[in-house]
Nanobody, 119 residues
Framework: VQLQAFGGGLVQTGGSLRLSCAAS????????MGWYRQAPGKQRELVAS???????NYKDSVKGRFTISRDIAKKAVYLQMDSLKPGDTAVYYC??????????????WGQGTLVTVSS
């Protein structure tokens, strides 16, 4: 299973971007999907996650600006990012946690997409 992430780019402060990520194969069960980011010289951190039941969790600094959503049928997760700030500049990675079949757990990372916010 692979995750394909799209949507990064260069945007000015206050602008918006929408990231998309989809699994390449059928998944037996998705527990949760999420977006992480890693800025230069910093550790990877969780930005937002969503469970199969639709419960969401956000990093404090993005609450009210970012919105995570998912399409179960498409095995996809999205991140709408509004009111972007220079501090949001990072490589964004999508992540999937679940089961490929009833007995095999699965965790997959996407290849990363660069988001750059200019001041």
């Amino acid at each position: 299973v692979q995750l394909q992430a799209f949507g990064g780019g260069l945007v000015q402060t206050g602008g918006s971007l929408r990231l998309s990520c989809a699994a390449s194969e059928a998944i037996f069960k998705i527990n949760h999907m999420g977006w992480y980011r890693q800025a230069p010289g910093k550790q990877r951190e969780l930005v937002a996650s969503i469970t199969d039941g639709g419960n969401t969790n956000y990093k404090d600094s993005v609450k009210g600006r970012f919105t995570i959503s998912r399409d179960i049928a498409k095995k996809a997760v999205y991140l709408q990012m509004d009111s972007l700030k220079p501090g949001d500049t990072a490589v964004y990675y999508c992540n999937l946690d679940g089961y490929s079949d009833p007995w095999q757990s699965l965790e997959v990372w996407g290849q990363g997409t660069l988001v750059t916010v200019s001041s």
